[in-house]
């Protein structure tokens, strides 16, 4: 090869090797920008985001632990400053445009509560008009559900007499009279719902979105079809195994309970306000709830407390500032959530047990530890020195994790700790797998129903309540309308009205997800057939300091596949319970 040429080939090779050197230090200029920009965003909106936020949860506890109007004024009034704050045109700009970019920003965390900034921002782009009425319909509609109380011959009943009516009851016309005058707050928040419904799709539009389903499935970072495709999973997976079930299980074991036939079943025959759970009477012999007789709330709340100790998790701080039995007022459902994120031991409960010495229902006391595994995950995470301001929630998985523990309270572990004989507390685990695979099947159901009224409604809200709630509950549940009955019943339920749509689905992926967990935590402590977690004081290390400490660090699903390995699947679930030892014991 003659000089000239090698010459020139170097030379070229030496420009090509200038201008990587200069793309790639430009990259990293561009990097650092993004990066500084993105912090100079998330500083300035901290600093006017933190004391609405403290106010904010300090009046909510407020009101939902007593009913106090000031109180939930005041927390209106924060939650619409927030929104406020989070419709700023100026930082939205910013915030898009590093979203968009997000790729580029180097230090992960960072690009998470980027991500994280984008999406609270975005459902708030509106007039401020619009989120003043929608903070005002929202709270309107929360207080008159908080307000209501049903009545029996002119009683009022808390939430606990009701479920308890429900559950133990076997007189028809008593069931009913609860059933309905529970129901009776579907009336009054019809007007309401409706409109909020309304202005939520509205807002949704202006944003570009189908309607607000469309729009907060994005905010929750999921999507309606991918949500279409996971309900018409759990479909295939449990039509015929859930006709089976009640048709040839369920509803003759609730007919003879009740002495009538099982055409004449109604929906408060079934023990609880929706089908919603598996009805306790139709295992015969096993009862769980007798397994509480004589173990007061408090008793129960003890337990709790040394059943996540002997884990090496201490909960007894978070017990000690929560408001655990029922007040006027109050919100008469079981919420878990963190007053201050900047202060560790500051997670609170709301729970309504039976006031002491009353003993709970088993459901109560599974709900119990339910709820107080989400408190361990807000105090995991806030140990975490690592985890900014704006990522110390957990991600929608925490229901997943929660289930995980609410299943403690079924077995013979547990049984045994409330004082049951060694021999009973086992037998009595062996029967809870029937029970088990019972309430999963009607979980999903019920969960698919929540979804499907959700799906009609905000694709319609000029249709009628009732009728599309029963054309979704006959559909997923198989329950048929009362005859005559005409009330917009899907209010009833707490989480429609009160929560923001699709929260359901995070139970019912919350379900499909614990049984990959489950795998996962039966490994950390190398027994894969492990049920109980009592005194797994190397698993409660590694939840609290890895596990749960990482807050939103991960969406949803990246986390899951980070810890286990594996997307998120009905066929785990389906494994586990379609077709198992359970099924097949249920018919014999």
């Not at 096993?286 to 407390?305: A, C, F, M, P, R």
């Not at 009224?453 to 009362?482: H, M, S």
Request: glycine share 4%; aromatic share 10%.
């Amino acid at each position: 090869m003659k000089k000239s040429v090698i010459f020139a080939v170097a030379a070229v090779a030496a420009v090509t090797v200038i201008c990587w050197i200069a793309a790639a230090h430009a990259a990293r200029k561009d990097a650092m920008a993004m990066e500084n920009e993105s912090k100079a965003v998330i500083e300035e909106y901290l600093a006017k985001y933190k004391p609405l936020d403290l106010e904010m949860r300090k009046a909510w506890y407020k009101y939902d632990t007593t009913g106090d109007k000031k109180a939930s004024a005041r927390e209106s009034e924060m939650e619409l400053a927030v929104r406020k704050l989070d419709s700023d045109a100026e930082r939205f700009a910013k915030l898009k445009d590093l979203y968009r970019s997000r790729d580029r920003i180097v230090d992960p965390t960072i690009r998470r509560e980027v991500e994280v900034l984008y999406l609270s921002h975005l459902p708030n782009q509106v007039q401020p008009e619009k989120l003043e009425k929608l903070t005002e319909l929202e709270k309107r509609v929360e207080e008159t559900f908080n307000d209501y109380r049903a009545e029996l011959n002119g009683k009022k009943l808390t939430p606990v007499d009701v479920s308890h009516i429900l559950a133990d009851s076997t007189d028809s016309a008593t069931l009913e009279k609860v059933w309905k005058s529970q129901q009776g707050v579907s009336n009054l928040l019809e007007k309401d719902y409706r409109d909020l419904v309304k202005l939520r799709n509205e807002i949704a539009r202006d944003l570009g979105y189908k309607n607000a389903l469309d729009l907060t499935a994005t905010v929750n970072e999921m999507s309606l079809d991918m949500l279409d495709r996971f309900y018409n999973d759990v479909a295939k997976a449990t039509d015929a195994p859930f006709k089976k079930l009640k048709e040839e299980y369920i509803d003759p074991r609730l007919a003879e309970r009740f002495k009538i036939k099982v055409a004449e079943l109604q929906p408060w025959h079934y023990q609880n306000e929706f089908f919603q759970e598996a009805p306790t009477a139709i295992f015969g012999k096993i009862d769980l709830d007798s397994l509480y007789k004589g173990v007061d709330s408090k008793n129960v709340v003890e337990k709790t407390i040394d059943f996540y100790g002997s884990m090496g998790v201490d909960i007894r701080g978070i017990v000690n500032n929560s408001s655990l039995y029922p007040a006027p007022g109050k919100n008469p459902h079981a919420v878990a959530w963190l007053l201050d994120p900047d202060k560790p031991g500051s997670s609170v409960l709301i729970m309504n047990l039976p006031n002491p010495p009353q003993p709970p229902k088993a459901s109560e006391a599974s709900t119990l530890v339910h709820e107080l595994g989400h408190d361990i995950n807000y105090e995991a995470i806030l140990a975490n020195k690592e985890i900014p301001y704006l990522l110390r929630d957990p991600t929608m998985l925490t229901e997943a994790f929660a289930m995980l523990m609410e299943g403690q309270t079924e077995t013979a572990d547990w049984f045994t700790h409330l004082g049951v004989p060694v021999n009973t507390a086992e037998e009595t685990q062996s029967a809870v797998d029937l029970i088990n695979y019972v309430d999963q099947l009607i979980f999903m159901r019920w969960s698919a129903t929540i979804y499907c009224f959700e799906k009609k409604f905000y694709e319609n809200p000029d249709v009628d309540i009732g009728d599309t709630w029963w054309e979704c509950r006959e559909k997923n549940q198989l329950l048929a309308r009362p005859q005559g009955w005409k009330a917009p019943d899907a209010l009833a339920k707490y989480h429609i009205p009160v929560v923001e749509p699709l929260y359901y689905s995070n139970y019912a992926i919350g379900r499909i997800a614990n049984v990959q967990f489950a795998e996962l935590f039966n490994k950390r402590i190398g027994d894969a057939n492990a049920r109980s977690y009592y005194g797994r004081k190397e698993l409660g290390d590694w939840l609290m300091k890895d596990f749960l400490a990482q807050g939103e660090l991960y969406q949803w699903d990246a986390f899951l596949e980070r810890e286990t390995g594996k997307h998120l699947s009905v066929d785990a679930w389906k494994r586990k319970y379609i077709g198992s030892d359970a099924e097949e014991r249920l018919y014999k």
